[in-house]
């Protein structure tokens, strides 16, 4: 499957995502989009590519379920790709007096989500695993992860659309003693682990559709 001549991409989740979209005159923010972008633009110069971010802080999957239709469903999309997922289980330890939204609603919603973009558009949809809580493999945060990531990537094969092996990726990297710090705070990523997202991301793109 070649990518198209025209080609609008989608990015929508949360902090991780928004990356600093909302300070940038682009938009397009400081993170793993900005790289992709960057390299789609330098990769393919021939094709009119748009990226548009829209990753907002804090979201859980409920509160993208929310605002699809107007952040991504509206804008016509050649590419959507959903990154979400964290903060459903990070809300679990800082917020557990919030109504929390556990595998079973994850799932259920994330459904939603693809079924909308597929009766609503013709665009490519792309399924990014959630990362990691915590760099350190035996976290009760990635332990309360596993379940998500695992519903991400049946979700992929049920319906036979692109996924990011980006859980799979981080994992490997800290189980190197001496791996890079990823994040600044054991979710939002350092520079280095919006290239490893973007790679990932890269990686798994072209193999799909170019």
Not at 54 to 81: C, E, H, M, T
Not at 126 to 152: F, H, R, W
Not at 195 to 202: G, S
């Amino acid at each position: 499957m070649e990518m198209k001549h025209n080609a609008r991409f989608v990015f929508v989740g949360d902090s991780i995502t928004e990356e600093g979209r909302f300070d940038d005159p682009e938009g397009v923010g400081y993170g793993y989009v900005r790289f992709i972008r960057d390299y789609l633009l330098t990769e393919f110069p021939n094709k009119n590519i748009e990226v548009i971010n829209r990753g907002v802080g804090g979201n859980r999957i409920i509160d993208l379920v929310a605002r699809f239709q107007r952040d991504v469903i509206a804008l016509k999309p050649d590419y959507v790709s959903i990154f979400i997922g964290i903060n459903d289980v990070w809300r679990q330890l800082d917020e557990p007096e919030l109504d929390q939204i556990y595998p079973e609603k994850f799932e259920e919603i994330y459904h939603q989500l693809i079924r909308m973009v597929q009766e609503r558009t013709e665009a490519n949809i792309i399924l990014i695993e959630p990362t990691i809580y915590q760099e350190d493999m035996t976290s009760l945060g990635n332990e309360l992860l596993k379940p998500y990531v695992n519903i991400v990537r049946d979700l992929a094969r049920t319906y036979g659309v692109t996924l990011i092996p980006t859980n799979r990726e981080f994992l490997k990297v800290i189980s190197n003693e001496k791996h890079p710090t990823l994040t600044v705070d054991g979710v939002h990523m350092t520079s280095t682990g919006d290239m490893l997202i973007a790679k990932t991301w890269m990686n798994a793109f072209i193999q799909e559709f170019l």
